[in-house]
């Protein structure tokens, strides 16, 4: 049974961090992708990062570039959102997911993913 447990989130100042973690159970990555998305209050479910297991290459939406950063620890079979300079805007429900044969064109697209988590709240005040 794969598993997929979001923990890290909370609540934080404006310009804070935060790092958001992702343990996959049962489930192995290969050359698979592990994403980010989030979904305000209201709002649609929105991409924010992504990277492929096996080449760390990652791929990030305009409003988090230079601020979250995606990372993995294969050891772990855990991936990670680090978070810089958080906005009110950020104010999300934070989830990953997991996908094998996502088309990397398509990689923002929710459903391109086969495994979601729970979801961890991360709450920005201003």
């Known amino acids: 049974q794969v598993q997929l447990v979001e923990s890290g989130g909370g609540l934080v100042q404006a310009g804070g961090s935060l790092r958001l973690s992702c343990a996959a159970a049962?489930?192995?990555?290969?050359?698979?992708?592990v994403a980010w998305f989030r979904q305000a209050p209201e709002k649609e479910r929105e991409f924010v990062a992504a990277l492929r297991w096996r080449s760390r290459h990652t791929y990030y939406v305009d409003s988090v570039k230079g601020r979250f950063t995606i990372s993995r620890d294969n050891v772990r079979n855990t991936a990670y959102l680090q978070m810089n300079s958080l906005t009110p805007e950020d104010t999300a429900v934070f989830y990953c997911?997991?996908?094998?044969?996502?088309?990397?064109?398509?990689?923002?697209?929710?459903?391109?993913?086969?495994?979601w988590g729970q979801g961890t709240q991360v709450t920005v005040s201003s």
């Open positions: 997911a997991a996908g094998s044969r996502v088309i990397l064109s398509s990689l923002a697209k929710p459903e391109q993913y086969d495994y």
């Open positions: 049962g489930y192995t990555f290969g050359n698979g992708f």
